[in-house]
Each structure stands twice: as structure tokens, then as C-alpha cells.
């Protein structure tokens, strides 16, 4: 593998596009309000690093914007701020809630318990969040099978290797992204036990980890200059620092996370470095939560969307997994089937 180091660049440009990011979590808005406008009104409140991750919180937006679509709702799309609090989280959705929007969707897992806490104050308002299960007969929890979709990943990263070597990059070393890790690590080991995983995280407990792509690309970096050939990152807005850095360093490949940021606009100019994403289907999520709203037949509960049913998937833009379609789909089908049960949690 040809070493082609775009470290300093990398960092650079990431470092505007973080602070980029934050400044405009500042503002509240960033779509149309729904003042007077006779239209039902949606509320979203993204995670760090806004709608334009290319990843996460993108995904999100796809279903909102589908659902202004279709629907004809009007959607208010709010962003986090890194180091917020409960507290500041609990604002903003209380915000939302006053000004009448119906869903409000909280988007990331640290949203759980705002949710909770503001859904009883206003019973006659659906709530939902995603990647957690909040408490409340009027909100609806979304979580996904990423370990599964990672499982997928690793069969991949396994079959591709030319070094031997692959790695994972987590923003966050919680149990969530741990679900990740975990999936990933078994399909690999489980399609060819002398391959190596190095296992990385930007932070141990620090939600800058998806907001902070230049760390992330110091990362790759380090892994990169150990032989690792295919590296799957797991971090939100982080992985466009992981992705330029790799898309450097001829023969490497990148694994995406969330949307499939190989059809991302942002991401374009590395397309031909990511082999393929874990795609999770936010976006149906979040437009089933609000047509549920607007039949007057709002969900409520939990909802895990799996591998079986699409909820979480290995995306084919590129045509680079093309040849591996037959062990892919044998994956799946066994994942399916029962035959073989992913980790959630690494060992």
C-alpha cells in the first residue's frame, strides 16, 4: 500500500468545517418556520454537527424532507451545540412543544431522557426519539440493528483486505457505538480469523466525538501508518476527517456510517475511496413517526428496525462490493434466518 499522507491538510480543513459546524448550532432554525401557514408542523431537533454530517443527523433529514414532500408538513430543524446539557436539550424541545409542532423528534440517543421529561408536560403531543427508548404513552423510541448492518461491513472490510489489517473508528466509546464495534469485529473474525481489528475510539465519553472530524482523521492516520487497508468509522460528522484522510493513501478504503456517503454531495471528491456504508434507515423512521401523526394514528412504544426488515443495510453505490454480493447475501440471509446471532457488545 502506497502511503500518500494528507495529515496537515486534512486537519486543517476539518478544524473550519468543526467550528463551521458548532456556529451554526448556534442558530436554532435552519428550515421553514410554519408560522400562519395553515400546515401541520414538525419538529426536529438534530444532534452535533447538524444536517449536514453526511451521515446521522442527514439521514434524519431525509425523512423529514420527504415528508414535507408527500405529506405536506412543514418542518422545523433545530441543531445541538457540543457540550449542551439535559437541561439544554429539555429548552428546545420545550420550545418546539409550546409552538404547537406535533411530531417532535429528537435525533441521538442523548435526547432519551429530555424526551421523557418533556413529554409529560405536554400529553397531547407525539414524541420521538432516535436510538433510545424513552418512557411516556405518548412517545416512540427508534433503535436500529447496527450491529447487524456491521456484521455486514466486517464480511466486507474481510474480503477487501490486501494487508491483512482493517480497523474501526468510534466517536464515543458508549454502548451504542460499542454495538457497532462489536458487529463489525464478529463479521470480520467470522469470515477470516487471521485478519487483525484495531479498535479505536476519539473519545471515551465526550459527545465532541461526533463533531470532530480532525481527531478523526488523526486517527486514520495512525491506523493507516500500521498497514490497516479498510477502516470503518462509526462517528457522525467525525468520519468526513476519517474518509478525506484515507481517501489520501492509494489502495485504502473507507467504510461509511448511517447514509450512504458515497452518494453524499459534501463527500463527492472521495467517492471512489468508500467501499461501501452501513446504511440505517432513519429516515424511514422518522417519516413513519410523522404519517403516523398525520392519520391521527400516532405510534407509540419502540420499534428495533433490523436487518430482516430493511432497517439496516450494506449500500452497493460504486459497484465496489459487487463481486461479493454472494457471501454478502449468504451473510444476510443467515442473520436473518436466526443462524447466526450478532454481538451487541464487544467481547
Same mark, same amino acid.
Given at each position: 500500500?502506497?502511503?500518500?499522507s494528507?495529515?496537515a491538510?486534512t486537519?486543517a480543513v476539518?478544524?473550519?468545517l468543526a467550528?463551521?459546524a458548532?456556529?451554526? &448550532?448556534?442558530s436554532s432554525?435552519e428550515?421553514n418556520?410554519n408560522?400562519?401557514s395553515?400546515?401541520?408542523?414538525?419538529?426536529?431537533a438534530?444532534?452535533v454537527g447538524?444536517?449536514?454530517d453526511h451521515?446521522?443527523n %442527514?439521514?434524519?433529514?431525509?425523512?423529514g424532507?420527504r415528508?414535507?414532500?408527500?405529506l405536506?408538513?412543514?418542518?422545523?430543524?433545530q441543531?445541538?451545540?457540543n457540550?449542551?446539557?439535559?437541561a439544554d436539550r429539555?429548552?428546545?424541545?420545550t420550545?418546539l412543544?409550546?409552538?404547537g409542532?406535533?411530531?417532535v423528534?429528537?435525533v441521538g440517543?442523548l435526547?432519551?431522557?429530555?424526551?421523557?421529561?418533556?413529554?409529560?408536560?405536554f400529553?397531547?403531543?407525539t414524541?420521538?426519539?432516535?436510538?433510545?427508548v424513552?418512557?411516556?404513552?405518548?412517545?416512540? &423510541?427508534m433503535?436500529f440493528a447496527e450491529?447487524?448492518?456491521?456484521?455486514l461491513a466486517g464480511v466486507a472490510?474481510a /474480503?477487501?483486505?490486501q494487508?491483512?489489517?482493517?480497523?474501526?473508528?468510534?466517536g464515543? %466509546?458508549n454502548p /451504542?457505538?460499542?454495538?457497532?464495534?462489536?458487529g463489525?469485529?464478529?463479521g470480520?473474525?467470522?469470515?477470516?480469523p487471521?485478519i487483525?481489528?484495531d479498535?479505536?475510539?476519539l473519545?471515551?465519553d465526550?459527545?465532541?466525538?461526533?463533531n470532530?472530524p480532525?481527531r478523526?482523521?488523526?486517527q486514520a492516520?495512525?491506523?493507516l501508518g500500521r498497514?490497516?487497508d479498510v477502516?470503518?468509522?462509526?462517528?457522525?460528522?467525525?468520519g468526513?476527517?476519517s474518509?478525506?484522510?484515507?481517501?489520501?493513501?492509494e489502495g485504502a478504503?473507507?467504510?461509511?456510517?448511517?447514509?450512504?456517503?458515497?452518494?453524499?454531495?459534501?463527500l463527492a471528491?472521495?467517492?471512489?475511496?468508500?467501499?461501501t456504508?452501513?446504511?440505517?434507515?432513519?429516515?424511514?423512521?422518522v417519516?413513519d413517526?410523522i404519517?403516523?401523526?398525520?392519520?391521527?394514528e400516532p405510534?407509540?412504544?419502540?420499534? %428495533?428496525y433490523?436487518?430482516a426488515e430493511?432497517g439496516?443495510?450494506?449500500a452497493t453505490?460504486g459497484?465496489?462490493i459487487d463481486?461479493l454480493?454472494p457471501q454478502?447475501?449468504?451473510?444476510?440471509?443467515?442473520?436473518?434466518?436466526g443462524e447466526?446471532?450478532?454481538?451487541d457488545?464487544?467481547?
Amino acid at each position: 500500500m502506497r502511503r500518500v499522507s494528507r495529515l496537515a491538510a486534512t486537519v486543517a480543513v476539518s478544524a473550519v468545517l468543526a467550528l463551521t459546524a458548532s456556529a451554526c &448550532g448556534e442558530s436554532s432554525t435552519e428550515s421553514n418556520e410554519n408560522e400562519e401557514s395553515g400546515e401541520l408542523g414538525v419538529g426536529i431537533a438534530f444532534d452535533v454537527g447538524g444536517r449536514n454530517d453526511h451521515s446521522f443527523n %442527514e439521514a434524519a433529514a431525509r425523512g423529514g424532507d420527504r415528508a414535507e414532500e408527500e405529506l405536506g408538513v412543514s418542518i422545523d430543524y433545530q441543531t445541538a451545540r457540543n457540550g449542551e446539557t439535559d437541561a439544554d436539550r429539555v429548552q428546545r424541545l420545550t420550545s418546539l412543544a409550546q409552538e404547537g409542532y406535533n411530531p417532535v423528534i429528537g435525533v441521538g440517543y442523548l435526547y432519551g431522557n429530555a424526551i421523557t421529561e418533556v413529554a409529560a408536560d405536554f400529553p397531547d403531543t407525539t414524541f420521538g426519539v432516535v436510538d433510545s427508548v424513552p418512557e411516556g404513552d405518548n412517545t416512540y &423510541g427508534m433503535t436500529f440493528a447496527e450491529h447487524e448492518g456491521s456484521y455486514l461491513a466486517g464480511v466486507a472490510a474481510a /474480503l477487501t483486505t490486501q494487508t491483512g489489517s482493517v480497523g474501526f473508528i468510534g466517536g464515543v %466509546e458508549n454502548p /451504542l457505538i460499542q454495538k457497532f464495534e462489536a458487529g463489525f469485529v464478529q463479521g470480520v473474525e467470522e469470515t477470516d480469523p487471521e485478519i487483525t481489528v484495531d479498535v479505536n475510539y476519539l473519545y471515551r465519553d465526550d459527545d465532541r466525538g461526533f463533531n470532530d472530524p480532525a481527531r478523526a482523521a488523526e486517527q486514520a492516520d495512525g491506523m493507516l501508518g500500521r498497514d490497516v487497508d479498510v477502516i470503518y468509522t462509526a462517528a457522525g460528522s467525525s468520519g468526513q476527517g476519517s474518509i478525506e484522510q484515507i481517501a489520501g493513501v492509494e489502495g485504502a478504503w473507507a467504510i461509511g456510517v448511517d447514509s450512504d456517503q458515497y452518494q453524499q454531495p459534501g463527500l463527492a471528491e472521495y467517492q471512489n475511496s468508500i467501499l461501501t456504508s452501513v446504511v440505517k434507515g432513519v429516515d424511514v423512521a422518522v417519516y413513519d413517526l410523522i404519517e403516523s401523526v398525520v392519520n391521527e394514528e400516532p405510534l407509540t412504544g419502540h420499534h %428495533e428496525y433490523t436487518l430482516a426488515e430493511g432497517g439496516v443495510s450494506l449500500a452497493t453505490s460504486g459497484g465496489f462490493i459487487d463481486d461479493l454480493a454472494p457471501q454478502l447475501e449468504e451473510a444476510t440471509q443467515r442473520i436473518a434466518d436466526g443462524e447466526v446471532t450478532v454481538r451487541d457488545t464487544p467481547q
